[in-house]
């Protein structure tokens, strides 16, 4: 399958700083990225699905200025966490899809282990 | 909406016992289902799918058939293996949508023992 690299795997920050995670498809042209979040024991948690050269849509409750996301290219997309909080620490995922064909899979990320102390 | 319920875990089993993990859906339309697995301290790895109605997925083992009749999509192994130990994700996505956005169960930790 097509390969998705996410960095960084784990990143622990202040309170009050910002963080950006990336996304890359490999070796493949993603036209559309998805971010999730995972809570301890829970599922994963859609957050917004972003297309290239667009403005991402945001799930309800998921507050769009506090996570930016750009996906400023076909093989990139970033999340930035802005002014974290303990509250944003979780596991964050990305998936990317090439939906140029119908029924496309989606590759994901190995995901971010962000802890905000 | 669409949705997903699958069995709550943890389920722990022997080595090589046989493994059935639930998952019931709802949705409209014509959905695709899925099974991801996540390893520990991992992203998501897709296990298996199936498109249509009495498709059988299959990889490493594990099989899922697609039953339309009542919305299922249950995940199975004839002899699980220390190895298989992760959590698994039962998931769909609806095609009738723009967004290939995936839409995922709780997730079922599975522990397997020597």
């Known amino acids: 399958g097509a390969v998705v690299s996410q960095h960084p795997s784990r990143v622990i920050c202040k309170s009050g700083t910002s963080v950006k995670i990336e996304c890359r498809s490999l070796?493949?042209?993603?036209?559309?990225m998805f971010w999730y979040r995972q809570f301890p024991k829970k599922s994963l948690m859609l957050m917004a699905t972003s297309n290239e050269g667009s403005k991402a849509t945001y799930e309800q409750g998921v507050e769009k200025d506090k996570f930016l996301i750009n996906h400023a290219s076909l093989t990139l997309s970033t999340l930035t966490v802005t002014s974290a909080h303990p509250e944003d620490s979780s596991f964050y995922i990305c998936s990317a899809a090439s939906l140029t064909g119908w029924r496309t899979e989606a590759f994901f990320g190995q995901g971010t282990r962000l802890t905000v102390v | 909406g669409n949705s997903v319920t699958q069995m709550e875990g943890p389920v722990t089993l022997s080595e090589e016992a046989f493994l059935t993990i639930n998952c019931t859906y709802t949705a409209t339309g014509y959905p695709s289902l899925f099974w991801y697995v996540q390893y520990p301290g991992e992203g998501l790895q897709l296990l298996l799918k199936a498109t249509k109605a009495d498709d059988k997925g299959s990889n490493k083992g594990f099989e899922a058939t697609y039953r339309k009749e009542t919305t299922s999509f249950h995940l199975e192994k004839g002899s699980v293996q220390v190895s298989d130990s992760a959590v698994y994700f039962c998931a769909l996505t609806n095609y009738g949508g723009a967004t290939n956005k995936l839409i995922f169960g709780t997730g079922t930790l599975l522990a397997v023992q020597p």
């Open positions: 070796d493949f042209q993603a036209t559309t």
